[in-house]
Every structure is written in C-alpha cells, then in structure tokens.
C-alpha cells in the first residue's frame, strides 16, 4: 500500500529520514505530502536538499488532510506531547524519534494519549535494522545461541564540548537527559530487546571534566536480568575519539558480539560466523555519520505494520521499558543503592 506521509520536524534528525523515504518513494511505497517545519530558514535548507518534498509551515493544514495516513515527528523532546495530541486526535498513525520524552512520565502520557486515540505508535530505534542486530535477532529466535547467560555493553561515544553549546543539548528542559537519554538509548533498546528486561540496576552516573553541561556524559552499571543473567554497561560522550557501540550476548552456546552493525558469533563447538559491515554510527564528533539503510528499513516495517492492521515494532511499549531502565540507572548513581526498573 502506497502511503502519503508528512515529516514534522526539520532539524539534524531530518536527513537520513528523508533520504529513506526518497528510496521508499522511488519503490512506490510513500509519498511525502509535506514537510513541516515553523522554521523558514530549515523549510530552506530541506528544499534545498530535498527538492521533490513539498514544504509548509501550515501544520493545521497537513493535519486536516484527510489522505495524510501516517506522520514522522522529528522534533526535540521538548516539542513532544502536544503535537502527539494533535496528531493522534487527527487520527495520524505516528512514528516517533527517540526519547518519547524528556520524563518517563511524559513518555507514559504519549504512548497512553496514543493508545486512547487509537492510532499505531511506532518508535525510531533504527539500530535494530542493521544487518548485525537482524542477525543477532534470528540466531536468538532459532536458539542457535542458547540461553543468555551474560550480557555487556560499551557505548563509548565522544561529543566535543561544542556540541554541548548549542543550545538545550544536553540540558532537562530540552533533551530531558545526558547520554543515557540521548545516545546510548539505541543500545539500551537493542540489549533489552535481545536478552530481555533487567531486574536489578546498581550504578553511578557523572559528568567528566571533559564537559560543561547540566546531565550526565558518563554512565556505568552492573545488571541482572529477569532471566538471572549478570550484565555490565558503560556509556559515555567522553571517550575521543569515540567509536561504535559494543554488545556482547554470552549464551550456552555461543558468544555473539555487535559492533556497530557488524555481528561477530564464536560458537563452541569452533565454528565463526560474522554477518553485516563497519558502517558509521555516528559515535565520533560527527554525530550523523552513519548511513540511512537502517532508517529505511524502519520506515518500511512501520509501513509494513500499518497494513497488516499490527502493532508497530518496536513501539511506545519498547520504548518505555528503556526510559524506566535510564531512570533507575540514574536513580542508582544518586543513592548509591540497587534499584527495580520496574519499582
């Protein structure tokens, strides 16, 4: 089914979306009726580099068209929960850039306000679309690696002070978090996704010397899973040069290790299997310097989703279970105690 769609929200997470949804139109899937921004000088620049996407300002309009199906909202999280309403109360199906929000309660009002108006929510965690993480994914499924039994994750990120600078990075009103919130949520989504919730967090949280900024940029914690499994993470924008995010899953069977969206597996009976490449990930001072395959293969499982009449995956529920992780890590690192994501 051909969609028309409209991208609200024209800042640096625009690109590789609209660069996805050229492929996509070029398959016949989409169509993007418009692009919406309240900023002329980024409706410009978008025109600029994407001619074919018509441009507005005119969010009433795009809402009230009625042959608009779905809606791709790009904005800060500080622009959220009231364009969630409109949209929802349109009747939009949304997919949504991470974090929901900038609280877990907020985050909870949006996939609720979705939920009560009964439009699909789907969440951008791109990452799972990488070759690696697809594979890592089916080897699971099929029990190749048997039970999870250990689980580690290094995202060790740099973001040079400039990046802090601008202004609201960084900061509670606008980003609603530091790393954890920001930049390790990616893999946040895929450890849970893969080896399932935790059930213990103890942690600190900091921010280095390296940084001036109202968050944390350093992150570490020791994990137990619901399933019994030991885990470890350390995330952190402080480590220059910075590279790609490193998960472990240590099964009965086998060890399988993502780097990036490269997948390494050593089984033990000898046998190595690897699957996907090195692309970018954008873990070094150029914060979009990875490729769009990923977001166009979101985009087109959101697609997919809506046909079939199924929940989006990953969806606002996903999302949630990593917000309530990011909290208690966060808690943690304040009272020095254990803490229950889930309370």
């Not at 042959?67 to 949304?94: C, H, M, N, Q, W």
């Not at 609720?112 to 789907?122: E, H, N």
């Not at 969440?123 to 699971?140: C, E, H, M, T, Y």
């Amino acid at each position: 089914m051909r969609h028309r769609i409209a991208v609200i929200g024209l800042g640096m997470a625009a690109r590789p979306h609209a660069l996805a949804l050229a492929d996509l139109a070029a398959q016949g899937r989409v169509e993007v009726a418009a692009a919406v921004s309240r900023s002329d000088a980024r409706q410009a620049a978008f025109a600029a580099a994407f001619p074919a996407f018509p441009v507005t300002g005119d969010l009433d309009a795009v809402l009230a068209d009625p042959s608009v199906t779905a809606v791709l909202l790009l904005t800060p999280p500080d622009a959220r929960i009231d364009l969630v309403r409109r949209i929802a109360s349109a009747g939009k199906a949304i997919l949504l850039e991470k974090p929901l929000e900038r609280t877990t309660a907020a985050a909870e009002t949006v996939v609720r306000t979705c939920a009560d108006a009964g439009v699909p929510l789907g969440v951008v965690f791109q990452n799972r679309w990488r070759a690696g993480a697809l594979g890592l994914r089916d080897l699971l499924a099929a029990g190749a690696i048997g039970d999870v039994a250990a689980v580690q994750l290094a995202v060790s990120w740099w973001r040079p002070q400039s990046y802090y600078d601008e202004p609201g990075r960084g900061t509670l009103s606008r980003d609603g978090g530091g790393v954890l919130l920001t930049q390790a949520i990616h893999a946040l989504d895929l450890m849970l996704a893969f080896a399932g919730p935790v059930e213990r967090v103890s942690a600190v949280a900091a921010t280095t010397r390296l940084h001036r900024m109202e968050t944390e940029d350093f992150a570490a914690a020791g994990l137990i899973f619901a399933n019994g499994a030991p885990g470890s993470l350390v995330a952190t924008t402080a480590a220059y040069p910075g590279g790609p995010e490193r998960l472990t899953i240590v099964g009965t069977r086998a060890t399988a290790t993502l780097v990036g969206g490269a997948l390494t597996v050593d089984f033990q009976d000898g046998r190595r299997e690897e699957t996907g490449g090195s692309a970018g990930t954008g873990g070094g001072a150029d914060p979009m310097a990875f490729t769009h395959e990923a977001h166009r293969g979101l985009i087109a499982a959101f697609l997919d989703a809506l046909d079939a009449g199924r929940v989006p995956d990953p969806n606002g529920r996903a999302a949630l279970r990593v917000h309530r992780l990011v909290d208690a890590i966060l808690e943690s690192g304040r009272t020095g105690q254990a803490v229950s994501p889930e309370g």
